[in-house]
């Protein structure tokens, strides 16, 4: 499904990488080469060692993680998201390393019942040509 309405993010040095493993529905976050820890976003300076050169690679991780909180999101605060809400925005921290979190919709539908804890999977939303979105379905297993 494409929703060309809505916002399409703009890359920068920084971001490229994982809106370039996006676009392939691949879910690829910056790793710092200093501690080898992951990152996300990427700032100029890693959070986990303090490293002043990490020199962020972007890997790919599995997409697998659990909610760790959620919110309703009612109101369209940005222009193309009208006709999605009411939607669930879902904070999940990835099974690749304690800490690591990423938001995104839950793709399951506004009335699925959640609880902390429940496993989450990556899925993608296609917002334009080229353009990919990171967002999340409950698992399956």
Request: proline share 7%; aromatic share 8%; hydrophobic share 40%.
């Amino acid at each position: 499904m494409s929703v060309t309405d809505r916002p399409v993010p703009v890359p920068d040095a920084s971001s490229a990488g994982y809106w370039e493993a996006t676009a392939r529905h691949e879910l690829a976050i910056a790793r710092c080469s200093a501690c080898h820890g992951f990152t996300h976003p990427p700032d100029t300076v890693c959070i986990r060692c303090g490293s002043i050169e990490p020199r962020f690679t972007f890997e790919p991780v599995s997409g697998r993680g659990i909610v760790k909180s959620w919110t309703v999101v009612r109101q369209a605060l940005l222009p193309g998201f009208e006709q999605d809400v009411p939607f669930l925005l879902v904070d999940v921290e990835l099974s690749e390393q304690a800490g690591l979190r990423i938001t995104g919709r839950l793709l399951d539908g506004v009335d699925t019942a959640l609880k902390l804890g429940d496993k989450v999977q990556v899925d993608f939303e296609d917002i334009a040509d080229g353009v990919a979105c990171p967002a999340f379905r409950l698992a399956t297993s």
